[in-house]
């Protein structure tokens, strides 16, 4: 199936350093540079009491992290368009940061064309 861009959503459960906003600028250079996608702009936001949102503006379009430390549990997205990229890079990034005892991952096929 051919489409304009991927959808990685992944839902990770259990996690660890989610009230860090440091860890969470790392994961989204380390998902940036597995991807190999190109860094226009990175923001991270904490949250009082709790909670961590960043995300990394790239050309191909954007990765998000939204963190819920309270439920321990993070919702990550990676939204990539032209070629195709490195998602288990980008998997082993949030792995290596987050710790989670569970992912579940979806990967969704976007602008899907009919030729």
Avoid at 84 to 98: T, Y
């Amino acid at each position: 199936m051919k489409g304009v861009g991927t959808h990685l959503v992944l839902e990770l459960w259990g996690c660890t350093n989610l009230n860090v906003p440091s860890v969470v600028e790392q994961a989204l250079r380390d998902i940036v540079a597995a991807t190999k996608v190109n860094l226009l702009d990175l923001r991270v936001y904490p949250f009082a009491p709790q909670g961590v949102t960043g995300v990394a503006v790239v050309s191909e379009s954007h990765i998000m992290i939204h963190t819920w430390p309270e439920h321990r549990y993070a919702a990550v997205d990676v939204f990539t368009c032209g070629e195709e990229r490195d998602l288990a890079g980008a998997i082993e990034a949030v792995r290596e940061h987050f710790t989670p005892e569970r992912v579940q991952m979806m990967h969704i096929v976007r602008g899907i064309l009919v030729e």
